[in-house]
């Protein structure tokens, strides 16, 4: 405390003439200064800072720098303590929750605080540099950029790739649901978190002046491009009246729909001047009428269609579908031409994906040979190549090794497939059900049909003919003659199967509307010289798996999809 100065006293003799009168008074003086700067005093306390801070323990198994993303998990003093707030930290997974920002680089196994709220840095990896916002990502310590999020990226950004921003947390309960809630029900649209009138006119930082539509979808279909559940009924996304195009039996974890493409809109703007296409704003009303206790439904890919090319740009949202009806609004640049827009095969196209408990399979053998008879050639058929000469390739118990197995030989000069079909080894979706995957192990022994060496890899395969239609899927490559039996377990999909000849579609079909399909194995030359080859099959197992239906897993609804065009006159 400096005295005050009392009056007629000399200069000499007041506190003024002190140089720690005089300190003091510069120290106040530097107080105030920072104080309106808003920067903390010497002796200020961080309380405002600290509020925004926990101490997390990076346990991800590697070096964090400033700014990466943990998850927190269990708190590390047991009990909770208001002002000690220290959790362990790992690397973020589904579902993504609880993500926090190192305040500073951080040691595998040290503790470090990081921002649990507030404003801070982050790393971000842009993808485009209109995202205005970042989400963290299941198996990730760097945020993606997005057109949504849970933190609003606050720095100008003019590239893409992996950079430190300033971002601010968003606080889910207002800026998040309660803001989406109201721009769905004012057919507004979501803009870098700022809510935007498009009834009539438009304006933000892309220049938009004004926007047509909503315009219906008019031509709906499954498109197999994506995913392995095919949607039913597409074409009741036309409108909303709770009738759905619906995707059940959801029941795998990880498990993907076929895209839901609609196309057409059921109206033609007509722009006064030159209207210029900028932004596209489709609207989803979708729901998750399966069973959330143990489950969710996300999107795995919304893409617009132009041209009848689904665009790279996916603007899936993290938000899990709903279980009622509810509009999710997405929104996309676009190059595409007003002509373009107003085409037959402009639209969009909607993959979902389930994400919870698996359904268990029930397993049925088709075909079990531990021991194979000698009269392998009866008990075995259509041993015939459907690529190369029929006359150089053939299947019996001809055996160079006095195995007891079947042999495919194939003969000098002969390069393609040869193909051995098992008696009764069948299975006929449409009246004994349809299944998932085609499950089983086959044991091997490569050895050469002369006594020249096999100069080349050997190819083992499955077969399956339905409809006519040769279908392979290649389990194993063979470079070895050392006569070793070898076991080959496989899981195979309807989708890891490739057409080899005949007039079917490009994949066996398992669902009920698929035909008689007959199950067997085939050998093939991959690469090398013109060689002669023998490989000898054992303890052949085929099994068809099929969901048990003990979990109800999820069911996808999708209730109307409409589009609005934006751009500028």
Same mark, same amino acid.
């Given at each position: 405390m400096i005295e005050k100065v009392r009056s007629g006293q000399q200069f000499n003799q007041t506190p003024l003439y002190k140089s720690t009168s005089i300190n003091e008074i510069i120290d106040a003086a530097n107080a105030h200064q920072a104080n309106a700067l808003g920067r903390r005093g010497a002796g200020e306390s961080h309380l405002r800072e600290k509020a925004n801070l926990v101490s997390v323990r990076n346990d991800s198994g590697s070096p964090l720098l400033r700014g990466q993303c943990l998850q927190v998990g269990v708190h590390l003093l047991g009990q909770i303590y208001p002002r000690e707030l220290w959790f362990a930290g790992d690397v973020p997974a589904? /579902?993504?929750?609880?993500?926090?920002?190192?305040?500073?680089?951080?040691?595998?196994?040290k503790i470090a605080e990081a921002f649990a709220s507030g404003v801070c840095t982050a790393i971000i990896n842009v993808?485009?540099?209109?995202?205005?916002?970042?989400?963290?990502?299941?198996?990730q310590v760097v945020l993606s950029s997005g057109p949504i999020g849970m933190f609003e990226i606050l720095s100008p950004v003019d590239s893409s790739g992996e950079q430190e921003l300033i971002v601010r947390f968003v606080h889910r309960a207002?800026?998040?649901?309660?803001?989406?809630?109201?721009?769905?029900?004012?057919?507004?649209?979501?803009?870098?978190?700022?809510?935007?009138?498009?009834?009539?006119?438009?304006?933000?930082?892309?220049?938009?002046?004004v926007c047509y539509g909503p315009y219906n979808l008019t031509t709906f279909s499954n498109d197999t491009a994506v995913g392995t559940k095919a949607w039913e009924d597409a074409g009741d996304a036309i409108s909303s009246n709770d009738t759905y195009a619906s995707n059940y039996d959801l029941n795998q974890n990880g498990m993907i729909?076929?895209?839901?493409?609609?196309?057409?809109?059921?109206?033609?703007?007509?722009?006064?001047?030159?209207?210029? /296409?900028?932004?596209?704003?489709?609207?989803?009303?979708?729901?998750?009428?399966?069973?959330r206790t143990l489950s969710l439904v996300k999107d795995h890919a919304v893409k617009l269609v132009v041209g009848g090319v689904v665009q790279a740009d996916n603007q899936a949202s993290p938000l899990a579908w709903p279980e009622s009806d509810e509009k999710m609004i997405y929104r996309f640049l676009t190059t595409a031409s007003r002509a373009q827009t107003l085409a037959g095969d402009f639209g969009v196209v909607l993959a979902a994906q389930y994400i919870g408990a698996s359904d268990p399979f029930n397993s049925t053998n088709v075909i079990n040979d531990s021991a194979p008879s000698p009269d392998w050639t009866t008990h075995w058929s259509g041993s015939v190549a459907w690529s190369g000469s029929a006359s150089s390739a053939s299947a019996g118990n001809a055996d160079p090794t006095g195995a007891n197995a079947v042999a495919l030989n194939g003969a000098d000069g002969f390069d393609g497939f040869v193909k051995l079909l098992r008696s009764g080894g069948s299975w006929n979706p449409s009246t004994q059900g349809a299944f998932d995957h085609l499950g089983g192990s086959i044991d091997t022994l490569h050895a050469s049909a002369g006594p020249s060496v096999i100069g080349e890899a050997i190819g083992i395969h499955i077969i399956l003919i339905q409809a006519s239609t040769a279908y392979t899927a290649q389990i194993a490559t063979l470079t070895t003659t050392d006569n070793t039996q070898?076991?080959? /377990?496989?899981?195979?999909?309807?989708?890891?199967?490739?057409?080899?000849?005949?007039?079917?579609?490009?994949? /066996?079909?398992?669902?009920?509307?698929?035909?008689?399909?007959?199950?067997?194995?085939?050998?093939s030359k991959v690469g090398g010289t013109a060689t002669s080859w023998a490989v000898n099959f054992d303890n052949v197992?085929?099994?068809?798996?099929?969901?048990?239906?003990?979990?109800?897993?999820g069911e996808a609804a999708v209730d109307h999809i409409q589009i609005r065009i934006c751009g500028t006159t």
């Open positions: 589904e /579902p993504l929750r609880g993500c926090v920002l190192l305040r500073d680089a951080c040691k595998d196994g993808t485009d540099t209109a995202h205005c916002y970042a989400n963290p990502v299941d198996g207002t800026d998040y649901d309660n803001q989406l809630n109201t721009i769905i029900n004012n057919y507004s649209t979501i803009e870098n978190w700022k809510l935007i009138n498009i009834d009539n006119t438009i304006s933000d930082h892309y220049g938009l002046t729909t076929n895209y839901l493409k609609a196309l057409q809109m059921d109206g033609a703007y007509s722009p006064a001047g030159g209207f210029v /296409p900028k932004v596209v704003h489709v609207t989803i009303e979708r729901r998750d009428t399966g069973d070898r076991t080959h /377990p496989f899981t195979l999909e309807a989708g890891d199967f490739t057409k080899q000849d005949g007039f079917g579609p490009a994949t /066996p079909d398992f669902t009920a509307a698929g035909g008689l399909i007959n199950m067997g194995m085939a050998t197992v085929f099994n068809v798996n099929q969901a048990s239906g003990t979990v109800a897993g």
